[in-house]
């Protein structure tokens, strides 16, 4: 059952939406070659505590319960990554997936950033990955169901000649980090019919698309949480939390845009984060 949202708890959101962007343009600032993954999940942690936040992905619960305020996923890995002792190249992407609670309220985001410079593909690989969240956020301002909204997502990435990942998808979020309903981010017969559900006020969902180089198949690597392409190509995922109001949608981790917002928050705004 969806649980709409009442624009006091937008506001609320949107509040824990700042806090998580200011993490990744700290995170980004650390984002170069030499730097481990275990550094940058280290420099959100330090925030978060400094912010009196709730980290939340540390310690989800699974085979071993998840370690780190953040996932980090280099290259072929698509989601969960655990940071570590790692080091970045020349070359590679980085996937920081990212999110906290706020006086009770939640705020979900991911970026990948190229690490230095990039191939060609690479580079077409991130811009498809970020064009089709943007797209995704315009069309819910003119579309009426989500299906209609996943169906062009899909056809987008298509059209780049890279693949939609299936096995994970978006979700709804407010008080929980994950609540109803399911955001996939491709639209087969069996969503329309069974779970579709309609883009009106108060809705708030995190839409989050991977789209990997090769096969949108994954595998999960030993340590129980990374998945990782099954051809080993790289992957990419973009995500923002995203409510629907009167006035259209409203992206809640995006960079701060009033001037009241801007005093909140302490770091310069830079053009990934805006």
């Given at each position: ?34 730097t ?21 992905f ?56 190229a ?6 593909d ?5 811009d ?15 579309r ?48 329309r ?82």
């Open positions: 059952m969806l649980k709409l949202k009442s624009s006091r708890e937008i506001e609320a959101m949107r509040n824990a939406g700042l806090v998580v962007w200011e993490a990744h343009q700290i995170a980004k600032r650390l984002v170069r070659p030499g481990t993954t275990g550094e940058i999940d280290q420099a959100v942690e330090d925030f978060f505590h400094e912010k009196n936040v709730v980290p939340l540390k310690g989800v619960p699974g085979p071993v319960p998840f370690p780190a305020v953040c996932c980090i996923s280099v290259n072929d890995e698509v989601v969960h990554g655990i940071p570590g002792s790692r080091k970045l190249q020349e070359g590679d992407v980085i996937s920081i997936d990212t999110g906290c609670r706020l006086k009770g309220w939640c705020g979900d985001c991911a970026y990948t950033h690490v230095g410079q990039v191939t060609d690479v580079q077409k690989l991130l498809c990955t970020s064009g089709v969240l943007e797209l995704a956020i315009k069309l819910m301002g003119s009426n169901r989500w299906g209609d909204v996943a169906s062009e997502m899909a056809t987008f990435v298509r059209d780049y000649g890279f693949s939609v990942v299936e096995n994970f998808v978006g979700h709804g979020i407010g008080k929980n980090m994950h609540e109803d309903p399911q955001v996939p981010n491709f639209c087969s017969p069996s969503f019919r069974k779970h579709d559900f309609e883009l009106e006020p108060g809705l708030v969902i995190a839409v989050e698309p991977m789209v990997n180089m090769g096969t949108k198949k994954v595998r999960v690597l030993p340590d129980f949480w990374t998945q990782s392409t099954n051809d080993g190509k790289y992957s990419a995922h973009f995500e923002h939390t995203i409510a629907i109001t009167d006035g259209g949608p409203l992206v809640l981790t995006a960079a701060p845009q009033s001037d009241e917002e801007k005093e909140m928050t302490g770091v310069v705004t830079t053009t990934e984060g805006s």
